[in-house]
């Protein structure tokens, strides 16, 4: 049964994070919100299935409750309708792509040095609040600091995505 909800959450999971991207059924930005919360509550059952029951709470009330409440406000306060989208310029799509592979490599890079995680015990999902939060501040700081550094980009992604053109 673990294995079949394994599956099932994964599957979910990857789907619903196509959709926020690749969105079908319509060009409004809400709908890729709703699908981004739908990715993280999936997460959140991925995180059940691994008896972290505390990191699946933190995951819904935190991210799909705080963070996605703070994107739809900014894609509502932008008030986009689909004929204002800005287009995207193919120099400036080139240039974007080059620096965000950049950057990709230039973090790899940075990692792989580093030697992050060299030496380290297997994580456990298991076990009280106060390990987690050392374990994470201390061991994982890295990914930790990463993960912030993605939702910082890809918040102003959305701003930047979204705005309009100035005639």
Not at 79 to 91: F, N, P
Not at 139 to 144: N, Q, S, T, V
């Amino acid at each position: 049964m673990q294995a079949c909800l394994f599956y099932l959450f994964a599957a979910l999971t990857l789907l619903c994070g196509v959709l926020v991207i690749a969105n079908p059924f319509t060009r409004n930005p809400v709908t890729s919100a709703m699908f981004l919360v739908l990715t993280i509550v999936s997460l959140a059952g991925l995180f059940v299935l691994l008896h972290a029951f505390f990191l699946a709470a933190v995951q819904i009330l935190v991210y799909a409750g705080a963070v996605m409440v703070l994107f739809l406000f900014v894609i509502m306060l932008l008030d986009l309708k689909e004929e204002e989208r800005r287009k995207i310029k193919a120099g400036a799509g080139v240039l974007g792509l080059a620096a965000a592979g950049g950057i990709a490599l230039l973090m790899i890079a940075v990692i792989r040095q580093s030697n992050a995680g060299v030496g380290l015990k297997p994580a456990s999902a298991e076990g009280s609040t106060l390990d987690l939060g050392k374990r994470l501040f201390t061991d994982y700081a890295l990914p930790f600091e990463l993960i912030s550094l993605v939702l910082l980009v890809a918040m102003i992604g959305t701003v930047l995505l979204s705005k309009k053109d100035l005639k």
